[in-house]
């Protein structure tokens, strides 16, 4: 039987498997002040057997939302509605963890009633358009933070952190990927700054190291873990010499001692490899599977030693009880990703559990 079935530490936490429930966007936050519902419990709760869950990316300020009726944990009303999701997996014995994400250049005006623009390193536009209440629409030159500025974010993220953990999370994801506000920073075309904060590599990855730091210090190093998306092209982000910058931000995280790293690995696997050698720490990794989504055989890079865990999204969507099927060697639901953005019960807590005990 696979070492995937066994426990793990992840921090200052035991997993009881190492099958990870990776952070999905379902832009169903309808409760007010774009707050989780009753129902986003319901879907949490039904797959508290995986190893750790990651929840959906949520804004750690009003600003760094990206998307509609994503959640956010910036407000008091957020934390009260938060409780009910983090109860309900701690009821069936599992962890959860929230992932923090700042959409940074990649936001839109239209998300906040037209009165905020959205923040990045430089003021450079994305090519490409973000989905908006109002249908898909350009992005928007951004505001290039200053220093005060990047101060402030950074104090966002340790706040939404301090948030999450009186929420009842175990602890926060910091998202560094999918060409959002970390990412921003640690590209080479987003990033044009000429100060700390920017150029060489190791300025490139600071706002990253400050915002882990920052976050560390708020809730305990061994409750934090940061995901990267190292070689996608996504949100247009261009990474010239992206071996150097990966390598670079986790010789700067070492020493934070952080929970975990989340590898959602792109294509170039080579560089998966580099960053297993230089990471410290626990690895989660996402593999990189082109034209499929993560499957079963993935496991199997668990007992090789190329990951202490395997996160899957799209299975998870579609199987509540996905360490079991795994176990079982399926069957398998099959996720209808024309429900995964929005919409009701319908494609989110309706994929049936395998029957029997
Ligand atoms: C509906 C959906 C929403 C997603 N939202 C997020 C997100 O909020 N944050 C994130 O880091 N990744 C997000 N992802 C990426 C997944 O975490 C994962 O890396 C990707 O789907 C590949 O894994 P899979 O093959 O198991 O689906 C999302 C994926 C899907 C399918």
Do not use: C
């Not at 239209?110 to 623009?117: A, D, M, P, R, Y």
């Not at 898909?136 to 933070?145: M, S």
């Not at 626990?282 to 990189?288: A, G």
């Amino acid at each position: 039987m696979s070492t995937a079935f066994e426990p793990i530490t992840i921090g200052r936490y035991t997993a009881r498997n190492r099958v990870v429930m990776a952070p999905m966007t379902r832009n169903r936050a309808y409760g007010p002040g774009a707050s989780p519902t009753r129902l986003m419990a319901t879907y949490y709760a039904q797959r508290a057997d995986a190893g750790l869950i990651i929840t959906e990316s949520t804004q750690p300020s009003p600003i760094g939302q990206g998307f509609p009726n994503t959640p956010g944990l910036h407000s008091a009303e957020q934390v009260e509605a938060w409780r009910r999701v983090t109860a309900g997996v701690h009821e069936r014995n599992g962890l959860i963890f929230a992932q923090l994400m700042h959409a940074g250049r990649v936001g839109h005006p239209s998300l906040h009633g037209g009165t905020l623009t959205p923040v990045g390193p430089s003021p450079v536009k994305a090519a490409g358009t973000v989905f908006t209440m109002d249908g898909p629409q350009e992005f928007v030159t951004p505001r290039a933070l200053d220093r005060v500025g990047i101060r402030e974010t950074i104090e966002d993220f340790a706040s939404a952190a301090r948030n999450a953990i009186e929420a009842g999370f175990d602890g926060v994801e910091l998202h560094a990927g999918s060409g959002f506000l970390l990412h921003q920073f640690l590209s080479t075309n987003a990033n044009q700054r000429d100060d700390e904060w920017g150029g060489s590599a190791r300025g490139r990855g600071r706002f990253s190291v400050e915002v882990a730091r920052a976050v560390a210090d708020a809730v305990g190093a061994d409750r934090v873990g940061l995901r990267i998306w190292p070689s996608h092209v996504y949100n247009d982000i261009v990474e010239d010499g992206h071996h150097d910058t990966y390598l670079a931000l986790l010789d700067a995280l070492n020493p934070l001692g952080l929970a975990y790293l989340h590898i959602a690995e792109g294509p170039d696997t080579e560089l998966t490899h580099r960053l297993r050698e230089r990471w410290t720490g626990t690895l989660i990794l996402n593999p990189y599977t082109p034209g499929a989504f993560t499957g079963p055989e993935s496991l199997k890079l668990i007992d090789s030693g190329a990951a202490d865990l395997i996160s899957y999204a799209s299975l998870f969507m579609a199987n509540p009880d996905l360490p079991r099927r795994l176990r079982a060697g399926g069957p398998f639901n099959t996720p209808d990703f024309s429900r995964a953005y929005g919409g009701d019960h319908k494609g989110y807590t309706d994929y049936p559990p395998l029957p029997g005990p």
